[in-house]
């Protein structure tokens, strides 16, 4: 299966457009560090996605960063997307395998233990567990798991597939890298912490160099 680098997701939300267009922050995110590309949208329609996810495609067709889109596997295919990001009520894995072939990147999202044996079991490339602290950029009814939650669920999934890149996500910020490393991340993913900084290609370069130092850590 595809190995991923799950070092730095830099998620691009559709509410980001106020700052920007998705795909020239998809460009920054590649030049700076990112090593995985999410596109996120909750509201626009299948056309306009559709159209949104070209672009961002078209941005990134120099670099080497793959891109993914979150929830909907249509829209993947349709763009000629890397792959598919599902959460727990989305299409299971397996049929977004069967339909997006052996090469796709499948990553789930892990909330919680039921969640985490489901992505320890099933044909993704990645996990990415969270909320872990409260975030201004997503509704969330779910409370946060926090540091002992994802270092448990973390547990889970490596005791099923221990090779498989785990990530965090939700209120991650710069100083809270290495405690959500420590407790067993492979990676991060951010919004507002990278892309609403006063500088963001600043923040993603220092969201991947303390990502990078934090593993190097790990491995000494």
């Known amino acids: 299966m595809r190995m991923i680098d ?25 030049r ?18 559709i ?6 495609r078209e ?29 727990a009520d989305d299409m299971d894995a397996e049929t977004a395998r069967r339909l ?20 320890g079991a099933a044909p993704c490339n990645y996990a990415c567990i969270g909320g872990v602290f409260e975030t201004l950029s997503k509704v969330n009814p779910d409370p946060p798991v926090g540091l002992e939650g ?24 710069l100083t809270r890298i290495p405690d959500v490393m420590t407790a067993g991340a492979d990676g991060v993913a951010a919004i507002s912490a990278i892309y609403r900084a006063a500088d963001p290609a600043e923040a993603i370069r220092g969201f991947r160099s303390t990502i990078d130092r934090c593993l190097k850590d790990r491995h000494a």
Do not use: C, W
Request: glycine letters at 8%.
């Open 32 to 49: 700076n560090g990112a090593t995985l590309i999410q596109y996120r949208d909750k509201s626009a329609s299948t056309q306009v996605m």
């Open 150 to 173: 994802l270092r448990h669920l973390r547990e889970m999934i490596r005791a099923l597939q221990p090779a498989l890149p785990v990530g965090a996500i939700a209120g991650i910020t």
């Open 100 to 119: 997006m072939g052996p090469d796709a990147i499948i990553g789930l999202t892990v909330k919680t233990e039921a969640d985490a044996r489901r992505a």
């Open 51 to 56: 159209a949104r996810a070209l672009a961002i």
């Open 6 to 30: 799950y070092r730095l997701n830099a998620i691009l939300d559709a509410s980001l457009l106020d700052i920007a267009p998705l795909e020239v922050l998809a460009g920054l995110a590649a």
């Open 59 to 87: 941005a990134l067709a120099a670099s080497r960063v793959p891109f993914v889109v979150n929830d909907r596997v249509d829209v993947a295919l349709a763009s000629g997307a890397d792959g598919v990001h599902l959460g």
